[in-house]
């Protein structure tokens, strides 16, 4: 099992820059690729940004690909997403995920994922 716990979210206002971090505990975080989703309200989850277990390599979305970087402390067991530039249209609930299988590999498909945390509210004000 892995359990996963978000923060860092809040209220930001546009242009402004946010990051959210996810802690993990449980079975070994270093073999487990891992992932951003979102949802806004009214809409589906969607794929924001996903890393290899390797801390390499890394994809995102387009919609915040160049302002969204995310990153990895294998040594803590943490995930990051720091966000930048961020815009009214980011508002959304964020969530980390991560695969079961070890040394899996990255990927935008959220059934993919067996772990994820309870999320992070994030709203940017415009």
């Known amino acids: 099992q892995v359990q996963l716990v978000e923060s860092g979210g809040g209220l930001v206002q546009a242009g402004g820059s946010l990051r959210l971090s996810c802690a993990a505990s449980?079975?070994?975080?270093?073999?487990?690729?891992m992932g951003w989703f979102r949802q806004a309200p009214g809409k589906e989850r969607e794929f924001v940004a996903t890393?290899?277990?390797?801390?390499?390599?890394?994809y995102y979305a387009d919609s915040v690909k160049g302002r969204f970087t995310s990153s990895r402390d294998n040594d803590k067991k943490t995930l990051y997403l720091q966000m930048n530039s961020l815009k009214s249209e980011d508002t959304a609930v964020y969530y980390c995920?991560?695969?079961?299988?070890?040394?899996?590999?990255?990927?935008?498909?959220?059934?993919?994922?067996?772990?994820w945390g309870q999320g992070t509210q994030v709203t940017v004000s415009s």
């Open positions: 995920a991560a695969r079961g299988s070890p040394f899996s590999t990255a990927s935008r498909r959220p059934h993919e994922y067996d772990y």
């Open positions: 449980g079975r070994t975080f270093a073999n487990s690729a």
């Open positions: 890393i290899n277990w390797s801390d390499s390599p890394t």
